[in-house]
């Protein structure tokens, strides 16, 4: 009988914590040496190509103090996936310092991904003041959905744009 009761007060346990976890309150932790990355993407988690989006991630050193982006030069690249080894980064956001939840100061970044599909975020950060902190890398995937805004191709507008022109020279010369 006492196996049975610890069987159920764990199921018990483990049902009650799932219950309270939703998607919305969802972060990914990343770790790199002794920082730690809890990264957000809104909405929900769940952007949608062509809409814009924000990603953010919560630094925190060991011992759970914030590293905030005054103390810290960050880039973020955005890779499509999957990635090979010498590709190129789709996007290149401005890291810049947000507010978001109880956080002040964090790394952001607002984003319009190109299409749907898997991307790679990639947050680089070196320390303003030399041997603060070890140099880090922190990746996170995302998955893009399809967005209610079409967006336009380069190739449609710029058929368009000849399209245009030549009806115009047609119409300016002479019968």
Not at 60 to 87: F, H, W
Request: aromatic share 6%; net charge positive; hydrophobic share 35%.
């Amino acid at each position: 009988m006492p196996r049975r009761l610890h069987l159920e007060r764990t199921l018990g346990w483990t049902l009650l914590c799932a219950s309270l976890t939703s998607p919305a309150s969802a972060h990914n932790i990343k770790i790199s040496g002794d920082v730690a990355g809890t990264w957000h993407v809104e909405p929900n988690h769940a952007p949608k190509a062509g809409e814009p989006a924000r990603a953010w991630v919560v630094l925190t050193r060991k011992g759970g103090q914030i590293l905030p982006l005054e103390q810290a030069n960050c880039q973020m690249a955005v890779y499509s996936q999957p990635r090979k080894g010498n590709d190129s980064p789709v996007l290149q956001p401005t890291v810049k310092a947000i507010n978001a939840e109880k956080y002040q100061g964090i790394p952001g970044v607002d984003i319009v991904f190109p299409k749907t599909g898997l991307y790679q975020l990639e947050l680089s950060c070196t320390p303003k003041i030399q041997g603060s902190f070890q140099p880090f890398q922190l990746k996170y995937d995302v998955t893009v959905a399809a967005g209610t805004t079409p967006i336009p191709s380069t190739k449609t507008s710029l058929e368009n744009t000849t399209g245009s022109a030549i009806t115009q020279a047609k119409k300016s010369q002479p019968n």
